[in-house]
């Protein structure tokens, strides 16, 4: 990953220090300026850093946080983005190639996870075999860090949002391979049954209580 910050060149000699600072701090940080910017440039970074880098100038120059911070690019999220893209072009090897071989898939509309990349493949067929090739997964948000994220989406026919199709999912990814070792799969259910969902958990605890025990 590469930052790139450039500001205006400080006038207080205290922010100035500061910034000479990152320099012992972080190896591969040069801080270079001319006449009227300062430029601070990182190259491999991990999210991590980065991130912590862009705290610190935030501080020094009292300028948002947050909005560069979404600036940056996530690994997590790239691996996702390139997942969700492959399934809608319906190319199953590009999808299953950002799966880990030892990947637990949950999606809550089975009993049981999907274990393992060839039975994540699988799952990922189903979809990508037996539905309409203009049926289209569509991210809403998606937010996180370098190893994890969490993304709201629904489903798309032809460009028209599909009734009762939105979901929210979390995924994480390997420290070792880089791709994805956990999801879970959380999809708008069909029927929803409102206020009614309260007395039918109350009433079904003592049942739950007594298996469990």
């Known amino acids: 990953?590469?930052?790139?910050?450039?500001?205006?060149?400080?006038?207080?000699?205290?922010?100035?220090?500061?910034?000479?600072?990152?320099?012992?701090?972080?190896?591969?940080?040069?801080?270079?300026?001319?006449?009227?910017?300062?430029?601070?440039?990182?190259?491999?970074?991990?999210?991590d850093t980065a991130r912590d880098m862009l705290a610190i100038v935030s501080c020094l120059y009292s300028c948002p946080y947050p909005a560069a911070l979404m600036s940056l690019p996530s690994p997590a999220a790239d691996v996702i983005r390139t997942m969700y893209d492959a399934i809608n072009r319906r190319d199953l090897d590009a999808a299953i190639a950002c799966v880990d071989e030892d990947c637990r898939y949950e999606d809550l509309n089975f009993p049981e996870p999907f274990i393992g990349r060839e039975a994540v493949r699988g799952l990922f067929a189903?979809?990508?075999?037996?539905?309409?090739?203009?049926?289209?997964?569509?991210?809403?948000?998606?937010?996180?860090?370098?190893?994890?994220?969490?993304?709201?989406?629904?489903?798309?026919?032809?460009?028209?949002?599909?009734?009762?199709?939105?979901?929210?999912?979390?995924?994480r990814i390997s420290d070792t391979t880089g791709q994805l070792c956990f999801a879970r799969d959380l999809v708008e259910p069909p029927f929803k049954p409102g206020k009614a969902v309260l007395p039918i958990i109350k009433l079904v605890i003592p049942i739950v209580r007594r298996f469990l025990t």
């Open 1 to 47: 990953m590469q930052l790139n910050v450039t500001h205006a060149v400080p006038q207080s000699p205290v922010i100035r220090s500061g910034l000479w600072d990152l320099q012992g701090l972080y190896s591969n940080t040069r801080i270079s300026k001319n006449a009227a910017h300062l430029t601070i440039a990182c190259e491999a970074l991990q999210f």
């Open 126 to 171: 189903e979809f990508c075999e037996g539905m309409p090739g203009d049926l289209m997964f569509a991210i809403d948000d998606i937010a996180g860090d370098d190893r994890a994220v969490g993304v709201l989406w629904h489903l798309e026919l032809g460009d028209v949002a599909f009734p009762n199709s939105r979901g929210a999912s979390f995924y």
